[in-house]
């Protein structure tokens, strides 16, 4: 059914536990070759699953070790900036945990997309949205 989609729509929550059920699932192996025809759209932790940066509300029963995210773009992704119902979400706060990570880092709002085509990254927004560079080796 997957080979005959057209678009995927994933849904946000937990990225450790959407990761996890992606991998056992066997999703996470079929969709490289699925991304060549099918558009993904990811939402909150459903974009930030296909980064190489995810999060968790730990609320789970999942292995500690569990992968929080499936690493297949080469970036970092943290939704929901300034948003009143994630204070911690705020510029400030999400530049300390860019710091943090050795990849380039994009701080996105609610009215903010990263679109990915062969490799090629563009940000499409009407909102507010910041890349940082990667941290230092």
């Given amino acids: 059914m997957l080979q005959e989609t057209d678009a995927l729509l994933v849904g946000g929550g937990d990225c450790q536990y959407l990761c996890y059920w992606m991998q ?6 079929l969709l490289p070759s699925l ?9 909150s932790a459903g974009s930030m699953v ?10 789970h029963t999942l292995p500690a070790e569990s992968d929080k995210s499936l690493g297949l773009v080469d970036f970092a992704l943290h939704p929901h900036l300034d948003y009143e119902s994630f204070p911690e ?3 400030a706060n999400l530049e300390k945990l860019a710091a943090t990570i050795p990849v380039p880092s ?15 990254t563009e940000v499409v927004s009407e909102g507010q949205w910041k890349l940082f560079a990667p941290s230092p080796a």
């Fill in 24 to 29: 056992r699932s066997g999703l996470a192996d």
């Fill in 106 to 120: 994009y701080a996105i709002d609610d009215q903010t997309a990263i679109k990915v085509i062969e490799g090629t």
């Fill in 50 to 59: 296909m980064t190489r940066f995810g999060t968790t509300y730990g609320r």
């Fill in 89 to 91: 979400n705020s510029l």
């Fill in 35 to 43: 991304l060549r025809k099918m558009v993904y759209v990811g939402l």
